[in-house]
């Protein structure tokens, strides 16, 4: 599906999709260290599955990245619900998303965005949300 020009290598940019799809769920701090590890000496732009494989068979293993737990999601956002009225205003969600702790992208935010804010209301009723965002680990 990803190896477009058949030659057992991916573009380096989609390599952030094949290993979320695989269920894991790395920052994007640590998955530039995972394509650090694969990454040819002079890169290329492309990682090659020979040297993809067998690092992600060990994280697969080693259960790494494992997503967050919907708990501690849940309590993630009643902590930026100061008003604690079970829901977040778009702009709250932007101001939070983009400049506290690992900033999303301009990308990111607008996948968020579509996903998440309720188109009638502008608002993020989060717990929806997580419930329609967590991996089931079963």
């Not at 293993?61 to 849940?74: F, W």
């Not at 619900?81 to 900033?103: F, I, Q, R, S």
């Amino acid at each position: 599906v990803f190896d477009h020009e058949c030659n057992k290598t991916v573009d380096v940019r989609e390599i952030g999709t094949i290993i979320r799809s695989l269920g894991c769920c790395p920052s994007e701090g640590e998955l530039h260290d995972m394509l650090a590890e694969v990454e040819e000496e002079e890169p290329t732009g492309y990682i090659r599955l020979e040297k993809f494989l067998p690092m992600m068979t060990k994280v697969l293993m080693e259960r790494r990245y494992r997503p967050i737990p919907e708990d501690v999601l849940l309590r993630a956002f009643e902590v930026l619900d100061a008003n604690k009225c079970g829901h977040l205003t778009k702009e709250e969600l932007v101001k939070y998303m983009t400049e506290e702790g690992e900033p999303f992208t301009q990308e990111e935010m607008e996948e968020m965005l579509s996903a998440a804010v309720d188109p009638e209301t502008n608002t993020v009723r989060y717990r929806d949300y997580i419930t329609m965002m967590v991996v089931d680990e079963n």
